[in-house]
């Protein structure tokens, strides 16, 4: 006989099957609607969701600052995307690690932080002060600081994947280390 006391394990909460009713979920969800907790952590299992509720936090970063460039003209900003669409996909090439793809991330979202600040200091060249030409050079200096330390731990990342080659020319030997398997993606 069961125990009448004790107590139901709670209900699947149920997902949103239409785009209305996703919409009218984050609605809720940006307002502080913490009853929507069940269903958002249900969703966030499927990791395309992750994007959906802004968890993507390196395609947040670049939105905004592409937002920011190009204002209301679409055409500066889907060309920026664009561009960045290409970088991204040039730097992470065949096989990339999940640790590559983490850090070609951050040498796309630098890259762009770089043009950025070069723009703007550009833009403003005109009627600036001392002290606002100083500030736009330290941003440009600062943010190119990040994208060349980016870069290079990527190249070292990199380079600690390549295999050791060892020749030993006195006894005509090669020794091979073992080279490092990428998962495919």
């Given at each position: 006989?069961?125990?009448?006391?004790?107590?139901?394990?709670?209900?699947?909460?149920?997902?949103?099957?239409?785009?209305?009713?996703?919409?009218?979920?984050?609605?809720?969800?940006?307002?502080?609607?913490?009853?929507?907790?069940?269903?958002?952590?249900?969703?966030?299992?499927?990791?395309?969701?992750?994007?959906?509720?802004?968890?993507?936090?390196?395609?947040?970063?670049?939105?905004?600052?592409?937002?920011?460039?190009?204002?209301d003209n679409v055409s500066f900003r889907e060309a920026v995307l664009r561009k960045l669409e290409l970088l991204r996909a040039e730097l992470l090439g065949e096989n990339?690690?999940?640790?590559?793809?983490?850090?070609?991330?951050?040498?796309?979202?630098?890259?762009?932080?770089?043009?950025?600040?070069?723009?703007?200091?550009?833009?403003?060249?005109?009627?600036?002060?001392?002290?606002?030409?100083?500030?736009?050079?330290?941003?440009?200096?600062?943010?190119?600081?990040?994208?060349?330390?980016?870069?290079?731990?990527?190249?070292?990342?990199?380079?600690?994947?390549?295999?050791?080659?060892?020749?030993?020319?006195?006894?005509?030997?090669?020794?091979?280390?073992?080279?490092?398997?990428?998962?495919?993606?």
């Amino acid at each position: 006989m069961a125990d009448a006391t004790k107590p139901l394990p709670p209900a699947e909460p149920e997902l949103p099957k239409t785009t209305a009713e996703i919409r009218a979920l984050l609605k809720r969800t940006h307002a502080g609607d913490e009853s929507t907790v069940p269903v958002v952590r249900k969703m966030l299992q499927d990791p395309a969701c992750v994007h959906l509720f802004g968890g993507d936090l390196a395609h947040e970063v670049v939105a905004s600052f592409t937002r920011a460039m190009a204002g209301d003209n679409v055409s500066f900003r889907e060309a920026v995307l664009r561009k960045l669409e290409l970088l991204r996909a040039e730097l992470l090439g065949e096989n990339p690690t999940p640790v590559e793809r983490v850090l070609v991330e951050r040498v796309v979202a630098c890259w762009l932080q770089v043009q950025d600040a070069e723009l703007r200091a550009a833009q403003g060249q005109k009627d600036t002060s001392f002290r606002q030409a100083e500030f736009h050079q330290h941003r440009m200096d600062a943010a190119n600081r990040r994208f060349l330390a980016a870069v290079k731990t990527l190249a070292q990342v990199r380079k600690l994947a390549i295999p050791v080659l060892q020749i030993n020319v006195g006894k005509k030997q090669v020794n091979i280390a073992t080279p490092v398997v990428r998962p495919a993606s």
